[in-house]
């Protein structure tokens, strides 16, 4: 078995392996398929983009008060979106999980190679809540996926708590 190593191998699993960034991302993920339309392909990639903003500019030294909780409070918000089969506006969505995600990437740091390799990671994860999203409504039902929106939603709690 061979592993990722240095720095895009660590940016890139990174999402996975962080349970609040896997929960998150994913949640994000959920939440547009859930949307639709154009929401669909601009809620995760403003979720990166917003991710890969707030990790460059906690790298040259812009501190996000409250991060941590910060972080726990997304997994709520988002997977309370999920859990209540919440359908924004495709803005509104993208403000929202841009919001979200500057908790993700602002406790990152590291060179080009780990950036590139993170914001892979970030779209993968966060396509796989999509395809998640998408797969479980056609196999199950709606219920379904909002039942692991309120998963997400617990976790957030669970941490905020301290509990994870």
Do not use: K, N
Not at 12 to 26: E, K, M, S
Not at 95 to 103: D, E, R, S
Not at 118 to 141: D, K, P
């Amino acid at each position: 078995m061979t592993t990722l190593t240095g720095a895009f191998g660590s940016g890139l699993t990174t999402p996975v392996w962080v349970l609040q960034h896997l929960l998150g991302i994913l949640g994000i993920g959920m939440w547009a398929g859930q949307t639709g339309g154009t929401a669909v392909w601009q809620v995760p990639a403003a979720a990166v983009t917003a991710a890969l903003a707030a990790g460059f500019a906690a790298q040259m030294g812009v501190r996000l008060p409250y991060a941590g909780p910060g972080l726990a409070a997304s997994l709520l918000v988002v997977g309370s979106l999920v859990a209540l089969g919440v359908r924004a506006p495709a803005v509104l969505a993208v403000l929202i999980a841009a919001v979200a995600a500057v908790f993700h990437g602002h406790a990152h740091q590291g060179p080009p190679l780990y950036w590139a390799g993170f914001a892979a990671g970030l779209m993968l994860v966060a396509c796989g809540g999509l395809g998640l999203s998408v797969a479980v409504t056609q196999a199950e039902s709606e219920r379904a996926v909002r039942l692991c929106g309120g998963a997400v939603a617990v976790a957030g709690v669970l941490d905020l708590v301290g509990v994870i």
